[in-house]
């Protein structure tokens, strides 16, 4: 059974950095699609960014130039580098891997930036 564990979440000032981390735990599988959703207070789930396997990235419009989407795919890893963070990025966010076709999600990590 493969499971996605996040860490690295926390409180920050505005202007503040924070890098989210994502690993999958187990053995024995290919990991297509690699992201990071989140979801504040009220609001839908949202797309941050995505990375292939062979490292093409998409990201939405409110986190280019601020976040950095990267992986290892030895390790199962996947990172979110937030840098000048505004109080709007406060959410939870997800991690999410597509592992045999499947979307598997992680238990989220609250991220919650002060103005």
């Known amino acids: 059974q493969v499971q996605l564990v996040e860490s690295g979440g926390g409180l920050v000032q505005a202007g503040g950095s924070l890098r989210l981390s994502c690993a999958a735990s187990g053995s024995g599988f290919n990991i297509g699609v690699m992201g990071w959703y989140r979801q504040a207070p009220g609001k839908q789930r949202e797309l941050v960014a995505t990375?292939?396997?062979?490292?093409?990235?998409n990201s939405a419009d409110s986190v280019k130039g601020r976040f950095t989407i990267s992986r290892d795919n030895a390790k199962n890893t996947v990172w979110l580098q937030m840098n000048s963070l505004k109080p709007e990025d406060t959410a939870v966010y997800y991690c999410t891997a597509k592992i045999l076709n499947i979307n598997v999600w992680g238990q989220g990590t609250q991220v919650t930036v002060s103005s």
């Open positions: 990375i292939t396997s062979d490292g093409r990235t």
